[in-house]
């Protein structure tokens, strides 16, 4: 097996080749003038199992046209099986049709990359992962919580109250708190359809005095945990930690989520970031194995 580490996942790529003890191939990228990409692969994949490393977190588009391109020049040179690893899976929230006349969006780039050659698609807490099981490639989503929470219990935050946000998130919390060794629970959000708005619905909580962690897959604009720290702050919590898989940060989410009282944010390098102090490479490692790869 070798690695192509693309653009967007360079330092996530040496960690995965560093955990599987295996090669990586460079990859040679630049932008043309007019914003059009170029890629080119910088060594031998011909009848290789290749594993490609690239996030499509924003600019998505672009991080998109980077893995088509790789995928299809790894294809052109003959290697014998591709993996595509897209430790964030852009547009994997567009997972239907919610409306008619929209797009598949998340079909329409698996469909892509099944043309490029890719044989399969490896994801780490993708929105919906079931969503995903009947694409024409297979697609395997991994979690990331319990990385996060081993973080936690490693820097000494043990028994924390572990806490998700609403009641389709509490699979990650009980995930975190089976590590943490603590409660864990879910407080009630609704996120306004047409104005993105995030509202947090009263439901006592049982953190008085208890550090909490709040576990999330994602920390798009930092509202939604915003919005949870403060509140688990009202209620009483001693403590209030921010973790997330997928760290996008975007504009001052950040400084949000800490004014509003959290000690400090933690997140994966599925997503680089000044926050992503955790690594999924022995995630990606294992499942590869697993895969036969
Ligand atoms: C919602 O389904 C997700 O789990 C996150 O809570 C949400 O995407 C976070 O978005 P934002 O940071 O923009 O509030």
Known sequence: MIILPGPASPNLGKCLAAELDTNLVPVYFKKFPDGESYVRIDGNVENQEVVIVQTTSPPQ????????????AVKHNGAKTITAVLPYFAYSRQDKIFVPGEAFSVKTVVDILETCGVNQIISINSHSPAALSSLS???????????????????GIEGAVSLSMGKKGLAMSKE???????????????????????????????????????????????????????????????????????????????????????????????VPSQ??????APIIAKALVGLGV
């Open 61 to 72: 588009d672009e991080r998109l046209m980077q893995l088509f391109l790789m995928s299809s």
């Open 176 to 270: 975190a708190a089976a590590i943490i060794n603590g409660e864990c629970d879910y407080i009630e959000t609704r996120r306004d359809r047409h104005t993105g708005y995030v509202d947090i619905k009263e439901k006592p909580l049982r953190v008085k005095n208890k550090t909490v962690i709040f576990f999330d897959d994602i920390i798009s604009s930092g509202g939604t945990m915003a919005k949870a720290v403060a509140y688990a702050k009202r209620q009483g919590a001693k403590k209030v930690y921010a973790a997330c898989v997928h760290p996008l940060l975007i504009d001052d989410a950040r400084e949000k989520i800490i004014n509003n009282g959290a000690e400090e944010i933690v997140g994966t390098d599925t």
């Open 275 to 280: 926050v992503s102090v955790v690594s999924v």
């Open 137 to 155: 490639i297979p697609v395997t989503d991994h979690s990331a919580i319990p990385l996060l929470a081993k973080h936690f219990k490693k820097n």
